[in-house]
């Protein structure tokens, strides 16, 4: 399985930016959808935006339509998640996770189905954002 690494969380203002980097290694990430999840203590993990590593089609939440980006870098290997206007409810532990799209048919089914059940994936370890009001 392809294993991820994430980086860039950390405190912002609300309105502040960050941008979170998955670095793939083992696996070309050309053949897998991939994804950001956010995890909040006490709420279900969120899919907030995932793309295909083929094709480049995205995904978004809901709550992140228009905040958020999510691109790739192929050489590079790497899945990027601008995030601008941050607001407090943004706030949690952002995971990146990658499947096969041999096993999910898309990104927007990478985002609702692995946030449900993530044991298929393969998954970073994680980085915290916080944006203080």
């Known amino acids: 399985q392809v294993q991820l690494v994430e980086s860039g969380g950390g405190l912002v203002p609300t309105g502040g930016s960050l941008r979170l980097s998955c670095a793939a290694s083992?696996?070309?990430?050309?053949?897998?959808?991939v994804g950001w999840f956010r995890q909040v203590p006490g709420k279900e993990r969120e899919g907030v935006a995932c793309i295909s590593g083929r094709h480049g089609t995205t995904y978004y939440a809901e709550s992140v339509k228009g905040r958020f980006a999510i691109s790739r870098e192929n050489a590079e290997n790497t899945i990027y998640l601008q995030m601008n206007n941050l607001e407090p409810e943004d706030t949690g532990i952002y995971y990146c996770?990658?499947?096969?799209?041999?096993?999910?048919?898309?990104?927007?089914?990478?985002?609702?189905?692995?946030?449900?059940?993530?044991?298929?994936?393969?998954w970073g370890q994680g980085t915290q954002v916080t944006v203080s009001s």
């Open positions: 083992g696996y070309s990430l050309d053949g897998y959808a």
């Open positions: 996770a990658g499947l096969s799209l041999k096993r999910i048919i898309n990104e927007h089914a990478m985002c609702i189905m692995t946030a449900r059940d993530g044991s298929k994936a393969s």
